[in-house]
């Protein structure tokens, strides 16, 4: 029979597991900082077994979450600051309406290319580039246009540059 934990078990458990969490970001933080300072990955990596008292694989893991913490934030800052843009232009868009000053034609044709701004922070235009070559080679390329929900989707592509008359692009087999 397994013998039932009593409340004060329970509470030292929870207290164990909290300390744990806070030991595992505390290290992981060390670990951005020495990634920071420059210190190469096999120093990081004897640094960590020796202050820590790992093993082998361990060093890798912690390696992994802080490169995993340093995407978090950098993609937050980058959500943070999309979403800053945006409400600036969405008062300068409500300030445009509300300016009589400006004719009724320029204040609609400013609030629309202030709409059509935020639409692009947004991710809701697609945007196109036009490649111009004389040559006839084949070239593999990836484009990172969208936002970050787009960059998922990212495709390789083999694009077959023809000669012709405005040196449009023709897609090949890929």
């Not at 592509?157 to 087999?173: C, F, H, V, Y």
Request: glycine residues 2%; proline residues 1%; contains cysteine.
């Amino acid at each position: 029979m397994a013998k039932k934990k009593t409340e004060e078990e329970k509470r030292q458990d929870q207290e164990k597991r909290r300390l744990d969490k806070v030991q595992k970001i505390t290290r992981i933080r060390q670990v951005c900082e020495w990634m920071m300072d420059g210190h190469n990955s096999q120093d990081i990596i004897y640094q960590i077994q020796s202050m820590w008292n790992l093993s082998s694989r361990q060093p890798y893991t912690y390696i992994n979450w802080a490169l995993e913490w340093f995407e978090k934030s950098i993609q937050e800052k980058i959500e943070q600051r999309r979403a800053v843009h945006i409400a600036a232009r969405m008062k300068m868009y409500k300030d445009v309406l509300e300016d009589k000053a400006l004719k009724a034609k320029d204040r609609y044709s400013t609030a629309l290319t202030i709409l059509q701004d935020v639409a692009r922070l947004e991710g809701m235009y697609k945007e196109t580039i036009k490649i111009e070559s004389e040559h006839t080679e084949s070239y593999n390329f990836t484009l990172n246009l969208g936002d970050s929900e787009q960059q998922e989707q990212i495709k390789e592509r083999t694009i077959q540059l023809l000669p012709s008359s405005d040196n449009e692009l023709s897609e090949g087999d890929s």
